[in-house]
Structure formats: C-alpha cells, structure tokens
C-alpha cells in the first residue's frame, strides 16, 4: 500500500470526528462537509512527516477552516438552512444545552439557537472542549492563543449556554398545529384563516437566486399565500435551522424551503429560500427521503 493510500485510509478512519466537530461549530452539514474536504486537501499538500500528532492536527484545521466560516460575511446576514425531519412526537421542553450536545451527533435545535448567540472564538472553544474534550492546549492551537485565554473563552462561552434562554421559540406542539392550519388555510385559499395566524406586521422575505422580494403585511402575505396554493399542497413540515418551516416538493424536487417566525398563536416573519444553487447545496432531497438526486 502507498504512502498515499495509508494516508487516504488514517483520514477516513478520522472523517465521522472531523464531520462531527465540524456539525457542531457550523450548525450544517453541508459545511460541515466543506470544511472536512478542505481539511483532507490541506493534509495532501502537506509534509505528513512535519506532523508529530495526526489526529490533534486535523482537529486544528478543520476547527480553523470552520473558524474562517463562521467569521464569513454571509454567516452574520444568514440564519441557518439546514433541513431537519419534523419529529412525529415534538419535545415540549430542551433541557441544558451541553448537556443535549452530547445525546448525539445530530446538532440540537436548543444547541444551534445557544451556539448563535456565541462569538465565532467562544463557539470552537465551548464546542471542542466542553463537547469533545479536546485538551486546552489543542483548543489554543485551532485559535492560535494562548492556553489561558482558551480556557477564558470556553469559560464564557460556558456561562452564556448555561444562562441561555430562548423565549421566541414556540412550543413545538403548538408551532406544528399552526404550521398545519397555515397549509390548509393556503391550500383552501382561505384567506380569513391566514389572517387569523398571521401578525398585523409581518414580513416575509423570499430569496428566488436572481432576485429577491419582500411582502410587508399580513394582508399582502395571506393574498401571496392564496396565489401559492399548489406549492402548500405539496409541501410538508420540516424544521429549518431549529425553526418550524416547510419544504415544498413538486416533481420530486424540492422546489422552496420556507421558515416560520412565531410569537404566540401568530407568525411575525416568513423567510423563503426559491434558490435553485444553495437548494441543490443544501441536499434537502436525501433529508426528506426522496429518490436519489432529488431537490439536488
């Protein structure tokens, strides 16, 4: 076997922890994936003999890569998209962030929402030594500081999860019987029932790829709604980025993901994604189980 082989073989053996720990710092999978391959890249262009510790050296470099995402422009104007199935019995209470980090691989509707609110630095302190236990002096390495000052960021970061409280979150029950009544209020073209479940100020905001539109009013977005009929016939609840949302699937491609701001009984904020590229990206298809290199 190569050297190359044996290289290529010791990186899958590492690729579920790197995928891992990259899942919990970007809070997707798709860039989740991104950062692993550009770890792999990364590793191929380098001496491997210059590496005393393999493992901990890929750690750094995918922290570091998922490091320069978050600190992207487009990940302080966008909130997450990433597609999760709707539970069938929906949790009615999340129990402390951490402590749900660490019940599986998946990343936690109650961690994604904690984690946003943490700086770029905080996030891969907390996440890889608070949930992976990696060492401080690794954890100083992947944010080239000092140990000290790792151990200050994981402390803070630490007191911000435990203190966290997200009071917009609605109750997952409650979310899922309105999500219903707004699919059957669109499809029907009832437009006194979405009126009845939207906010006097509501936005919604679609991204459609070449351009973009917003529709200001409850009146404007329910009258929207009824036009969008068959799209809520085929669509199906889904949780995007944490948030109650639905995924309209026509032709066995998903053809819009849509995500849902509630307060209350009402939605005060509706926010469309249309975009052919980042829905192909996004790989909504395999989610919600259609056929191979559908909504890809």
């Known amino acids: 076997m190569t050297d190359q082989r044996i290289l290529a073989n010791r990186f899958e053996t590492a690729r579920p922890r790197l995928r891992a ?7 997707s999978s798709a860039d989740a994936d991104d950062a692993v391959q550009e770890a792999w890249l990364r590793l191929s262009r380098t001496d491997v003999s210059t590496i005393e510790n393999l ?9 570091r890569v998922s490091l320069d995402i978050l600190r992207a422009p487009r990940r302080a104007r966008e909130r997450s ?15 402390d962030p951490a402590l749900e980090a660490e019940r599986g691989d998946r990343v936690t509707t109650a961690l994604v929402v904690v984690l ?45 999860v435990r203190d966290a409280t997200d009071p917009a979150r609605p109750d997952p ?21 979405l009126l009845a479940l939207l906010d006097d100020g509501a936005v919604l905001r679609a991204d459609y790829g070449t351009s973009t539109q ?18 809520a016939a085929h669509s199906t609840p889904v949780l995007i980025g944490g948030r109650p949302g639905v995924a309209a699937v026509l032709g066995g ?26 829905l192909d990206h996004l790989g909504i298809g395999a989610v919600l189980g259609l056929e191979p290199g559908a909504g890809r």
Request: charged residues 25%.
């Open 21 to 27: 720990i990259a899942t919990r710092l970007l809070s």
């Open 55 to 63: 493992d901990a050296w890929l750690t750094t470099v995918v922290s």
């Open 81 to 95: 998209w990433e597609v999760e199935p709707w539970p069938i019995e929906p949790q009615s209470a999340i129990g």
């Open 116 to 160: 946003d609110t943490l700086t770029a630095a905080e996030r891969v302190a907390f996440v890889l030594h608070d949930v992976f236990g990696r060492p401080f002096d690794e954890v100083a390495d992947a944010l080239d500081r000092s140990p000290d000052a790792a151990r200050q960021l994981a402390s803070r970061a630490r007191r911000r």
């Open 173 to 193: 029950r409650r979310a899922r019987r309105l999500i219903d009544a707004w699919l059957i209020a669109a499809e029907s073209g009832d437009v006194s029932a």
């Open 214 to 231: 917003t529709v200001s009013g409850a009146d404007a977005i329910a009258a929207q709604a009824v036009l969008s009929g068959r799209l």
């Open 253 to 278: 491609r998903v053809s819009s993901i849509m995500a849902f701001d509630i307060t209350g009984d009402r939605i005060t904020a509706l926010q469309v994604l249309a975009d052919p590229a980042r």
